[in-house]
Nanobody, 128 residues
Framework: QVQLVESGGGLVQAGGSLRLSCAAS????????MGWFRQAPGKEREFVAA????????YYADSVKGRFTISGDNAKSTVYLQMNSLKPEDTAVYYC?????????????????????WGQGTQVTVSS
């Protein structure tokens, strides 16, 4: 069983930065896909970024490429999402998610329903 706890959300002005953290308890994520998703009010949960910690491959949604960076510290079992040049449309609840790497393909890593474990979410609000 993997438990995920996000932190680091908050209120920031457009153009600002935030770093989200996701602490994973229960095991290290070295053989997992770790993903970040977000959900704005009235919208479906959408993919933001993911990393296959076995292969090192990283995937980003087009809307965040060049602005967001997913990284992690395996020794601390913590995954990060560095968000720069934030825009009002980035406002959402951000969720960390995990799934064992052998269970899905790279394409499936961008689909929320493929993930087995979820954090409680952290609110990010970007003011204009």
């Amino acid at each position: 069983q993997v438990q995920l706890v996000e932190s680091g959300g908050g209120l920031v002005q457009a153009g600002g930065s935030l770093r989200l953290s996701c602490a994973a308890s229960g095991r290290t994520f070295s053989n997992y896909y770790m993903g970040w998703f977000r959900q704005a009010p009235g919208k479906e949960r959408e993919f933001v970024a993911a990393k296959n910690w076995s292969s090192g491959r990283i995937y980003y949604a087009d809307s965040v490429k060049g602005r967001f960076t997913i990284s992690g510290d395996n020794a601390k079992s913590t995954v990060y999402l560095q968000m720069n040049s934030l825009k009002p449309e980035d406002t959402a609840v951000y969720y960390c998610a995990a799934v064992a790497g052998y269970k899905i393909t790279a394409t499936q890593a961008m689909r929320a329903r493929q993930y087995d474990y979820w954090g409680q979410g952290t609110q990010v609000t970007v003011s204009s």
